[in-house]
């Protein structure tokens, strides 16, 4: 190994700091670059290009932790953003789909009412009597100032309004008019478009009323 040369080193002395030389040829580059000022100034150039190249990792692993980081702080606030949105336009949308209501026939004319109900009575109560429909429906009071007169028509809420999950084919069914006050003076009953615009007169007092003899639980309107 005395004769080893500067070359032979300069090839070695890569191997020789990932340490996978043999111990043979490890003591053969130490005993060279004892002794050759040359090979040890190869060797001080390599371990300085090492440093640096390992400080430059590590600062580029900084880099990257730091962006990283940053990332996740970002992804966290839009995350927590998105479903903060979400949440208000879900609970939104939830008040809008319970409070909203839509006649469940928008386009019935008076031939088209009076042909699927009627009002009736039970035990002197006045009550309204699906004879024959497509959409049962809930009375839906309407607001008027004129004493004795009653308005309503029948609506549907929530998803049922928006033609999702529409009530089906209903007969023979008696839902109680029983208005919010003064019970006993009604006079007149209207069937109306949401707007209080009658479309159908439906009974007025003094008029004949048919008496049905079912015992029924009253179903209470809705204002």
């Not at 040369?5 to 002395?13: F, G, H, K, V």
């Not at 890569?14 to 043999?22: A, R």
């Not at 909203?100 to 008076?110: Q, R």
């Not at 031939?111 to 699927?116: G, L, N, Y």
């Amino acid at each position: 190994m005395s004769k080893i040369t500067c070359d032979m080193i300069n090839d070695l002395i890569p191997l020789y700091m990932d340490n996978v030389l043999s111990d043979d040829s490890k003591e053969a580059v130490r005993e060279h670059v004892s002794s050759c000022p040359k090979c040890q100034k190869t060797i001080a150039t390599m371990r300085k290009d090492v440093e640096s190249l390992d400080a430059l990792i590590d600062s580029d692993n900084q880099l990257f932790q730091k962006i990283n980081k940053r990332f996740n702080k970002k992804f966290i606030v839009k995350t927590i953003v998105f479903i903060a949105i979400f949440m208000v336009v879900w609970f939104a949308g939830s008040i809008f789909v319970a409070s909203y209501t839509a006649p469940i026939w928008p386009k019935a004319d008076e031939e088209a009412i009076k042909q699927f109900m009627e009002v009736t009575s039970i035990d002197g109560t006045l009550y309204l009597h699906h004879t024959d429909l497509f959409g049962r429906g809930d009375i839906m009071m309407i607001d008027n100032t004129n004493e004795g007169v009653l308005n309503f028509y029948l609506g549907e809420h929530g998803i049922q309004s928006l033609g999702i999950l529409k009530s089906w084919h209903e007969r023979d069914r008696y839902q109680a008019l029983i208005p919010a006050t003064n019970p006993d003076k009604i006079t007149c009953v209207n069937y109306c478009k949401p707007d209080g615009t009658v479309i159908a007169n439906l009974w007025n007092e003094g008029d004949e009323l048919p008496e049905a003899t079912m015992s029924l639980t009253p179903i209470q309107p809705e204002r």
